[in-house]
C-alpha cells in the first residue's frame, strides 16, 4: 500500500537560477491529496497556478538545456532538480509559492532541496496513489541518443554516458532507486557543462547564473576550479535529471529505464509516450494499478476506474457484488431524469430495451476486466443472443442486473445476464466481448 505524502510544514529558501541569474523566494507548503506538485507565482496579476504536468512542458526551444513548464504568461524554469528531490522522497503533494521565473540553482543538484523538504517533515495522507507501471516496451530516439522504458517492479535506471571527450569517457551505471540510494548516491549529483561550450551557451542566453561552485566545468584534464563527490558525478546527474523529467508523467513510474546519452528533449519525448499510455489506460481499463478485490462494492467513480463510459453512456450505478472473473452484479436506478426518456415513448416512459442491454454489458464488462490477468485490458461488445425482453421498465424501477461468467479466454470472453425489477426478470441475453 502506498499512501500519498505531503510535507508537515512551510519551509523556504531563495537563490539565484542557473540560467537566468534571476532571484527568486521560494516557500514549499503542504498540499491536499490529489493535488499533484504545483507552482504558484506569487509575483504576477492573479497569482497564476501552473500544475507540473506535461500538459505545461515549455518546448525545448524555450527551455535550453532544462526542464520548464508555463500556463499562458507565467512560467517556471529548470525545475528537474527539485522535481527530482520530490520523487526521490516520494512526495506526491506539494505547493510552491515563487516570486520568480526560475527555480534558485543552489549547488546545482537536488540535495539541498532533499535537506529543506526533510526538514519540514514527510507525513502520510490517506489516499493511495497510483504508479505508472510500464507493461510493454517504449522506445524513443532522437540522433545518437535514446531511452528505452521495459517492464519492471520497481524503479531502475541504467545510463550510458557518452562524450567524445579526453577527460569525459564513456561510462555506464546501473542503479535501482529508493529513496535511501537517492538522498546519499543521486542528490547530491551536480549539473556540468564543457568548457569548450561556454560561449555558445552564453550567446544562447543560456548559464547565466552559472559559475564554478554550482556548476562542474569540464576541461581536458578534469574539473575545473572545483572537486567531484563521486568518481562518476556526471552520470550520476544524468539520472538525477532524468529522475526529474520522468515526474511530469504526473505518477511515479515502476519499470526499468535504459538511456543513452539522453538529454532533456529526449526525455521529455519518453513522458509523452507514457502520458499517452495512461490516458489510454484511464480511458478504457482496469484502472492504474487499480484492482477491485473480491467481494469489493463498487461506487459510480470505482466504476469510472475501470470502465471508459461517462455520462450520459454509463448506465451502471453501483456493483454490490463482484466474484472476479466469475460473477457480478450491478444496480440502475431508473428516474424520469434519464436523458432517453425525453424522446422514447414520450408521454407514456419506457426505458429502451438495447440500453438494458448495453448496461447488462457494462457489468459484464467489469465483472471481466477485474482479474489481475486482464488489467489494463478494454472490453469491446462484440455479438448478443439469446436476447430476451420479458417486460417494460419505468421511471421509478431499480434494475438490478446479474452477470455470470461463460468461456473467457485471453482474449475473449461469454456471458449470461438477467435483468431484473422486484426480482422477476425483465430482460436477459447472453453477450460476447472482445479483450484487448
Keep these: ?114 535537506e529543506l523538504l526533510l526538514s519540514a517533515g514527510i507525513k502520510e495522507q490517506e489516499k493511495e496513489h497510483s504508479f505508472f507501471s510500464v507493461r510493454e516496451p517504449l522506445y524513443v530516439e532522437e540522433d545518437n541518443a535514446s531511452i528505452i522504458a521495459l517492464p519492471f517492479d520497481g524503479f531502475k535506471i541504467s545510463y550510458t554516458l557518452d562524450y567524445s571527450h579526453p577527460f569525459l569517457k564513456t561510462q555506464f551505471k546501473t542503479i535501482e532507486i529508493n529513496t535511501e540510494i537517492f538522498k546519499t548516491e543521486i542528490a547530491p549529483a551536480r549539473t556540468f557543462c564543457l568548457e569548450e561550450e561556454i560561449d555558445e551557451l552564453m550567446q544562447q542566453g543560456v548559464g547565466k547564473g552559472a559559475n564554478y561552485e554550482n556548476t562542474l566545468v569540464v576541461g581536458k584534464n578534469g574539473v575545473i576550479k572545483n572537486k567531484l563527490r563521486f568518481e562518476d558525478e556526471f552520470i550520476r546527474h544524468k539520472i538525477l535529471d532524468l529522475m526529474g523529467d520522468l515526474s511530469l508523467a504526473g505518477m511515479p513510474i515502476k519499470g526499468h529505464i535504459i538511456a543513452l546519452r539522453s538529454g532533456h528533449s529526449l526525455n521529455m519525448r519518453l513522458v509523452k509516450k507514457i502520458t499517452q499510455q495512461i490516458e489510454r489506460v484511464s480511458l478504457g481499463a482496469i484502472g492504474i494499478n487499480y484492482q477491485p478485490a473480491e467481494g469489493e462494492e463498487l461506487d459510480a467513480v470505482k466504476i469510472m476506474n475501470i470502465l471508459p463510459h461517462r455520462d450520459p453512456f454509463l448506465f451502471v450505478d453501483k456493483i454490490t457484488t463482484l466474484e472476479r472473473g466469475k460473477r457480478a452484479v450491478g444496480i440502475k436506478n431508473v428516474t424520469i431524469n434519464d436523458y432517453f426518456f425525453r424522446g422514447h415513448f414520450p408521454g407514456k416512459p419506457v426505458m429502451p430495451g438495447v440500453i438494458i442491454i448495453e448496461a447488462m454489458a ?65 430482460a436477459e441475453a447472453d453477450l460476447m466481448f472482445a479483450l484487448a
Design 1 to 114: 500500500m502506498h499512501k500519498q505524502k505531503t510535507i508537515n510544514k512551510d519551509v523556504r529558501l531563495e537563490g539565484v537560477g542557473l540560467h537566468t541569474a534571476n532571484k527568486a523566494s521560494i516557500t514549499f507548503k503542504p498540499a491536499a491529496e490529489d493535488t499533484g506538485i504545483e507552482f504558484v507565482r506569487i509575483d504576477l496579476p492573479g497569482k497564476p497556478v501552473i500544475k507540473v504536468s506535461f500538459d505545461n512542458v515549455l518546448l525545448p526551444l524555450r527551455s535550453l538545456r532544462r526542464s520548464s513548464v508555463g500556463k499562458d504568461e507565467a512560467e517556471i524554469h529548470t525545475i528537474e532538480h527539485l522535481m527530482a528531490a520530490a520523487t526521490g522522497l516520494e512526495i506526491n503533494n506539494l505547493r510552491v509559492e515563487i516570486d520568480g521565473n526560475e527555480l534558485p540553482g543552489l549547488d546545482g543538484s537536488s540535495i539541498k532541496f532533499v
Design 362 to 426: 457494462q457489468v459484464g464488462g467489469i465483472m471481466m476486466l477485474s482479474p489481475e490477468e486482464n488489467r489494463g485490458k478494454l472490453a469491446f461488445f462484440m455479438s448478443m443472443n439469446n436476447v430476451k425482453f420479458r417486460k417494460t421498465v419505468v421511471p421509478g424501477d431499480q434494475l438490478v442486473f446479474e452477470v455470470t461468467a461463460g468461456k473467457i479466454k485471453s482474449r475473449t470472453g461469454q456471458v449470461h445476464g438477467k435483468a431484473m425489477v422486484d426480482g422477476k426478470i425483465v
